[in-house]
């Protein structure tokens, strides 16, 4: 399985970004595909999730309102709009995919960077 993030880069605060995931290696029926991310010298933090059978979305509350999950299972990509970005939103982005009954994510992307400029 692949996973392979991009969208990342610079930003002013405010701005926006469109992160994707491309998801490869299986089918994910009844699989969450989620988002995490690490800002430098944090540990790292659950962003959001959705479902890939109904597109059923959950987010942290930091980023409720401002950020938006969607997928499209034609192309096996996720993605992660981003809008009314803070500087506090720097981070490697993560994409991530667990089954829909585990609690654990089981496989990862390599991340992407996102720095948001004040």
């Known amino acids: 399985v692949q996973l392979q993030a991009s969208g990342g880069g610079l930003v002013q605060a405010g701005g926006s970004l469109r992160l994707s995931c491309a998801a490869s290696g299986r089918t994910f029926t009844n699989w969450h595909m989620g988002w995490v991310r690490q800002a430098p010298g944090k540990e790292r933090e659950f962003v959001g999730r959705?479902?890939?059978?109904?597109?059923?979305?959950y987010y942290s509350d930091s980023v409720k309102g401002r950020f938006t999950i969607s997928r499209d299972t034609a192309k096996n990509t996720v993605y992660l709009q981003m809008n009314s970005l803070k500087p506090e939103d720097t981070a490697v982005y993560y994409c991530a995919a667990r089954s829909s009954g585990a609690y654990d994510w089981k496989y990862w992307g390599q991340g992407t960077l996102v720095t948001v400029s004040s």
């Open positions: 959705i479902t890939w059978n109904l597109g059923t979305t």
